[in-house]
């Protein structure tokens, strides 16, 4: 049974700062690229961090470029987001998601501003 479980979110200030990981289960993630999206009340999902399997490359959304970084440690089969400088408008749920035989997504672990 394939299975991811994000955790790490929580409270923080503006300009704080929140690892996020998602840890895989019954696959490897070393084949695939893995996907950060985040949900805000109200608004539609959006990708937030893409980390490709070859290579390791990476891609940003815009609004988090260089203020959030995603790695991968395929020892570990763990994903993770990096979050510095955190906005209020960061606040949402954080979900990973691969595209395996299936497209597949976590739990979701939420992030909130605590002002």
């Known amino acids: 049974q394939t299975q991811l479980v994000e955790s790490g979110g929580g409270l923080v200030q503006p300009g704080g700062s929140l690892r996020l990981s998602c840890e895989a289960s019954g696959f490897s993630i070393r084949y695939y690229a893995m996907m950060w999206y985040r949900q805000a009340p109200g608004k539609e999902r959006e990708l937030v961090a893409r980390i490709a399997a070859e290579g390791g490359s990476t891609t940003l959304a815009d609004s988090v470029k260089g203020r959030f970084t995603i790695t991968r440690d395929n020892a570990k089969n763990t994903v993770y987001l990096q979050m510095d400088n955190l906005k209020p408008g960061d606040t949402a749920v954080y979900y990973c998601?691969?595209?395996?035989?299936?497209?597949?997504w976590g739990q979701g672990t939420q992030v909130s501003d605590s002002s």
């Open positions: 998601r691969v595209h395996t035989a299936e497209d597949q």
